[in-house]
T-cell receptor, first 112, second 116 residues
Framework: DGGITQSPKYLFRKEGQNVTLSCEQN?????MYWYRQDPGQGLRLIYY???????QKGDIAEGYSVSREKKESFPLTVTSAQKNPTAFYLC???????????FGSGTRLTVV | SQKIEQNSEALNIQEGKTATLTCNYT??????LQWYRQDPGRGPVFLLL?????KEKRKERLKVTFDTTLKQSLFHITASQPADSATYLC???????????????FGTGTRLQVTL
C-alpha cells in the first residue's frame, strides 16, 4: 500500500542531544512537509521541500534542520538549539496541487 | 495578521443529527480550502477540498460550503454516527506565487463528539 511511514512512533531526547525523525513515502510525490503540533494549537510548518536537493524554511524552522537527498525521504533533525522540542511531529506529502496532503502517523518527541 | 479560527469548544451532538463546523479566516486570499479529520495520536486524513470559485462540494455524508465574501467555510456531516467523533481541521492554501511550493495553513480544529 502507498503511504508515508514515520519512525519512531515515540522518541525520548535528553537535554543537549540532537535527534533525527524519519519520514519515508512511496507515493512518488514531489513535495514533502514537516509540521509540529502542540496541544490546543494548529499544525505549524517547520520545513518543506518541493523537489530533491531543495528545501525551504517554514514558519518555525529555528532549531531544526532537514535534508532531501532522495525523493522518498525527508528526515527532520531536532537540534539542541530547539528550546522546546516536546511535541507531536507530522510529516506529509503532496501529489497533485488540487489534492489533499497525505500525512504519516506522527512521532511524539519528549525531552527527558 | 492572518488568522484561521475554528471553534475550540467541542461540539456534542446526538447520533443521526447533522453536525455543522465552522471555519473563519482573515487576511487570506485562499485558492483552496481543505478539511481534514484527525483521531487522537494519529495524523490528519484528507476529506474534502473546495476551490475559491466553488460554493459547495459534497462527498457521501459530507458537505462543505465556501463563502469568500464572508470568509467562512461550513463543514456538515449528515446522519452523524459515533464513528464520526474526531477533531476536524480546516486548512487554507493561498494562491501560489511563481516558484513557491504549495503549503497549507491549519486551524486549531474542532472536536466533534457524537453520542448515542
Amino acid at each position: 500500500d502507498g503511504g508515508i511511514t514515520q519512525s519512531p512512533k515515540y522518541l525520548f531526547r535528553k537535554e543537549g542531544q540532537n535527534v533525527t525523525l524519519s519520514c519515508e513515502q512511496n507515493l512518488n510525490h514531489d513535495a514533502m512537509y514537516w509540521y509540529r503540533q502542540d496541544p490546543g494549537q494548529g499544525l505549524r510548518l517547520i520545513y518543506y521541500s518541493q523537489i530533491v536537493n531543495d528545501f525551504q524554511k517554514g514558519d518555525i524552522a529555528e532549531g531544526y534542520s532537514v535534508s532531501r537527498e532522495k525523493k522518498e525521504s525527508f528526515p527532520l533533525t531536532v537540534t539542541s538549539a530547539q528550546k522546546n522540542p516536546t511535541a507531536f511531529y507530522l510529516c506529509a506529502s503532496l501529489g497533485a496541487a488540487t489534492s489533499g496532503y497525505t500525512f504519516g502517523s506522527g512521532t511524539r518527541l519528549t525531552v527527558v | 495578521s492572518q488568522k484561521i479560527e475554528q471553534n475550540s469548544e467541542a461540539l456534542n451532538i446526538q447520533e443521526g443529527k447533522t453536525a455543522t463546523l465552522t471555519c473563519n479566516y482573515t487576511n487570506y486570499s485562499p485558492a483552496y480550502l481543505q478539511w481534514y479529520r484527525q483521531d487522537p495520536g494519529r495524523g490528519p486524513v484528507f476529506l474534502l477540498l473546495i476551490r475559491e470559485n466553488e460554493k459547495e462540494k459534497r462527498k457521501e455524508r459530507l458537505k462543505v460550503t465556501f463563502d469568500t465574501t464572508l470568509k467562512q467555510s461550513l463543514f456538515h456531516i449528515t446522519a452523524s454516527q459515533p464513528a464520526d467523533s474526531a477533531t476536524y481541521l480546516c486548512a487554507l492554501r493561498t494562491r501560489m506565487e511563481t516558484g513557491t511550493a504549495s503549503k497549507l495553513t491549519f486551524g486549531t480544529g474542532t472536536r466533534l463528539q457524537v453520542t448515542l
